[in-house]
């Protein structure tokens, strides 16, 4: 009898984890499908280019379902996390989270250039021997970053929800230089002097590009919900209407990842058809297995060892819990459209507190970017060896700055890192044209760097939480509501006391001049 009831546990046990992990194990399988499938269809026919658009069409299906997502999943969760947290709170997450970011970010830039310089991908080839893919984009240092901060604060709120801005540099051309006339008797003699200026002039010409503009949108979320919290009663219809917006957007997100693993599967077997030049990949060899072998340093060591320093918990079951979110990530190569996912796992499988994931998530997939800084690192240093450029040290410390600074600015969509190369390369006098280079490969290594990047914003979650722990414990001694309805209002009428309670950042005022007594919880 023991034995029979311990098989029914185990079939149970085996059950119960086909049905907590089913959509894991699908998109797994999908993947493995994926796989097949493009090397088959690639071997055995020949599809043109509008008949491979054709077959990529459900995963771009997939695509844009998240994507459509992404806005009202970030305005809603960054404005009920800050107004649920009073000012002092959020300060000092943010803070904790920031300095968090930074600091991976450094170790992973440090982590990347100590490879290259040790492995020296680039000594051994030439760059006329590898094929050059696509055009340098045009862009200038310090233009980039003045754009970066610009976009912080947009002219207009609904464009920013589709736009971004951005700057280009057009020559002014030089004024008219009048000719010199002169006549001499009895001969007339036209003689014209004209002076060249040899130093071009400039001026900034805006436009604006598509796509979301997350920084601006946080900006204003963070502002707007400090405000939302400050205002008391007033503020609360506007707090729950957010809320029950997250919580809508989240069932949405519920919905489309049952269809995650039919978009995934197309997605990955349409790249693999599309891709034309196989030998690149051995020829690169060298220089992928450099960037790759940091990444999986940096996430299998550096982060898990920081997580558990400070969490004082198992990393590699919290990396478990994420695991949906990092194949995600690997196959769409977006931190920010995988956001949603990220939101899902973060919350119901490692159980982080609400109020930090709706804070500290959002501002992760847009500057956390650890995996793109080690791979700038890499990628400017290995042009270097390429070109015999020796960099001194003072090089190396303005490629790791700028590598640091740059990926911040990244914006969470497929390749910005190019862009961002490119200020890399300029920053040390390389030739910025260089990064055509490394174009043909950028497609595969994304994927990898996305994957770490929604991996060091899951753990900054977990490790702010835990550095929060004593605000939120603070918090939630204030409030006594129910946690699964975050601003349920619940009157109780108190005889004794006849006090009258507002709302204000998750506590309370005291006002004793009503015998109407309102608890007010902003747990989440």
């Given at each position: 009898?023991?034995?029979?009831?311990?098989?029914?546990?185990?079939?149970m046990?085996?059950?119960?984890?086909l049905?907590?992990?089913?959509?894991?194990?699908?998109?797994?399988?999908?993947?493995l499908?994926g796989?097949?499938l493009?090397?088959v269809?690639?071997?055995?026919?020949?599809?043109?280019?509008?008949?491979?658009?054709?077959?990529?069409?459900?995963g771009?299906?997939?695509m844009?379902?998240?994507?459509l997502?992404?806005l009202?999943?970030?305005?809603?969760?960054?404005?009920?996390?800050?107004?649920?947290?009073?000012?002092?709170v959020?300060?000092k997450?943010?803070?904790?989270?920031?300095?968090y970011?930074?600091?991976?970010?450094?170790i992973?830039?440090?982590?990347?250039?100590?490879?290259?310089?040790?492995?020296?991908?680039?000594?051994?080839?030439?760059?006329d021997h590898?094929?050059r893919?696509?055009?340098?984009?045009?862009?200038t240092?310090?233009?980039?970053?003045?754009?970066?901060?610009?976009?912080?604060?947009?002219?207009?709120?609904?464009?920013?929800?589709?736009?971004?801005?951005?700057?280009k540099?057009k020559?002014?051309?030089?004024?008219?230089?009048q000719?010199?006339?002169?006549?001499?008797?009895?001969?007339?003699?036209?003689?014209s002097a004209?002076?060249?200026?040899?130093?071009?002039?400039?001026?900034?010409?805006g436009?604006?590009?598509?796509?979301?503009?997350?920084?601006?949108?946080i900006?204003?979320?963070?502002?707007?919900?400090?405000?939302?919290?400050?205002?008391?009663?007033?503020?609360?219809?506007?707090l729950?209407?957010?809320d029950?917006?997250?919580?809508?957007?989240?069932?949405?997100?519920?919905?489309i990842?049952?269809y995650?693993p039919v978009?995934?599967?197309?997605?990955i077997?349409a790249?693999i058809?599309?891709?034309?030049d196989w030998?690149?990949?051995?020829?690169?060899?060298?220089?992928m297995?450099?960037?790759?072998?940091?990444?999986?340093?940096?996430s299998i060591?550096?982060?898990?060892?920081?997580?558990?320093?400070?969490?004082?918990?198992n990393?590699?079951?919290f990396?478990l819990?994420?695991?949906?979110?990092?194949?995600?990530?690997?196959?769409?190569?977006?931190?920010?459209?995988t956001l949603p996912?990220?939101f899902?796992?973060?919350?119901?499988n490692?159980?982080?507190?609400?109020?930090i994931?709706?804070?500290?998530?959002?501002?992760?997939?847009?500057?956390?970017?650890?995996?793109?800084?080690?791979?700038?690192?890499?990628?400017?240093i290995?042009?270097?060896q390429?070109?015999?450029?020796?960099?001194?040290?003072?090089q190396?410390?303005?490629?790791?700055?700028?590598?640091?600074?740059?990926?911040?600015?990244?914006?969470?969509?497929?390749?910005?890192?190019?862009?961002?190369?490119?200020?890399?390369?300029t920053?040390?006098?390389?030739?910025?044209?260089?990064?055509?280079?490394?174009?043909?490969?950028?497609?595969?290594?994304?994927?990898?760097?996305?994957m770490?990047?929604?991996?060091?914003?899951?753990?900054?979650?977990?490790?702010?939480?835990?550095?929060?722990k004593?605000?939120?414990?603070?918090?939630?001694?204030?409030s006594?509501?129910?946690?699964?309805?975050?601003?349920a209002?619940?009157?109780t009428?108190?005889?004794?006391?006849?006090?009258?309670?507002?709302?204000?950042?998750?506590?309370?005022?005291v006002?004793?001049?009503d015998?109407?007594?309102?608890?007010?919880t902003?747990?989440?």
């Amino acid at each position: 009898m023991d034995m029979i009831g311990n098989k029914e546990r185990r079939g149970m046990n085996f059950k119960g984890l086909l049905r907590r992990n089913w959509l894991l194990i699908a998109t797994i399988v999908s993947v493995l499908l994926g796989v097949g499938l493009g090397v088959v269809v690639r071997e055995y026919s020949s599809l043109s280019y509008l008949s491979k658009q054709y077959f990529g069409f459900p995963g771009e299906i997939l695509m844009r379902m998240l994507k459509l997502v992404i806005l009202p999943l970030i305005i809603s969760s960054m404005i009920t996390g800050v107004a649920a947290l009073d000012s002092e709170v959020s300060g000092k997450i943010g803070l904790r989270a920031v300095i968090y970011y930074f600091s991976t970010t450094i170790i992973a830039v440090i982590l990347g250039i100590i490879l290259v310089m040790a492995i020296k991908p680039g000594v051994s080839q030439n760059a006329d021997h590898i094929d050059r893919v696509g055009t340098t984009p045009n862009v200038t240092t310090v233009d980039t970053l003045l754009d970066l901060i610009r976009n912080m604060f947009p002219e207009n709120l609904v464009q920013a929800c589709f736009q971004q801005y951005k700057t280009k540099r057009k020559e002014v051309e030089p004024p008219n230089v009048q000719a010199e006339t002169s006549t001499i008797a009895p001969l007339t003699t036209t003689i014209s002097a004209v002076v060249e200026n040899i130093t071009k002039e400039y001026k900034l010409v805006g436009s604006y590009s598509d796509g979301i503009n997350v920084l601006g949108l946080i900006v204003f979320c963070v502002a707007f919900g400090l405000v939302i919290g400050k205002m008391g009663e007033k503020g609360r219809i506007l707090l729950e209407f957010f809320d029950a917006l997250n919580d809508a957007t989240m069932k949405l997100v519920q919905i489309i990842m049952c269809y995650m693993p039919v978009g995934i599967l197309f997605l990955i077997a349409a790249k693999i058809i599309e891709v034309e030049d196989w030998e690149i990949f051995r020829k690169m060899g060298l220089y992928m297995v450099t960037v790759l072998s940091g990444l999986a340093i940096h996430s299998i060591i550096c982060l898990p060892l920081i997580f558990f320093v400070i969490v004082r918990k198992n990393p590699y079951t919290f990396t478990l819990g994420m695991a949906q979110a990092l194949v995600t990530a690997l196959m769409i190569s977006s931190s920010s459209a995988t956001l949603p996912v990220t939101f899902r796992c973060a919350e119901e499988n490692n159980r982080i507190d609400k109020r930090i994931t709706r804070f500290v998530l959002p501002v992760g997939a847009t500057i956390n970017m650890d995996g793109t800084a080690l791979y700038e690192a890499v990628a400017a240093i290995f042009i270097a060896q390429l070109n015999n450029y020796a960099l001194d040290v003072g090089q190396i410390v303005t490629i790791s700055i700028t590598a640091t600074v740059a990926s911040i600015g990244a914006a969470g969509v497929p390749n910005a890192g190019l862009v961002t190369m490119v200020i890399v390369l300029t920053a040390v006098g390389l030739p910025a044209s260089d990064v055509t280079l490394i174009v043909a490969v950028d497609w595969l290594l994304d994927r990898f760097r996305t994957m770490i990047n929604v991996l060091g914003d899951a753990y900054g979650a977990g490790i702010v939480e835990k550095l929060s722990k004593r605000e939120l414990e603070r918090m939630d001694l204030n409030s006594d509501g129910d946690v699964s309805n975050p601003f349920a209002l619940e009157a109780t009428l108190d005889d004794d006391e006849c006090e009258k309670k507002s709302y204000v950042n998750g506590g309370f005022t005291v006002d004793k001049t009503d015998a109407i007594s309102f608890t007010e919880t902003s747990q989440f």
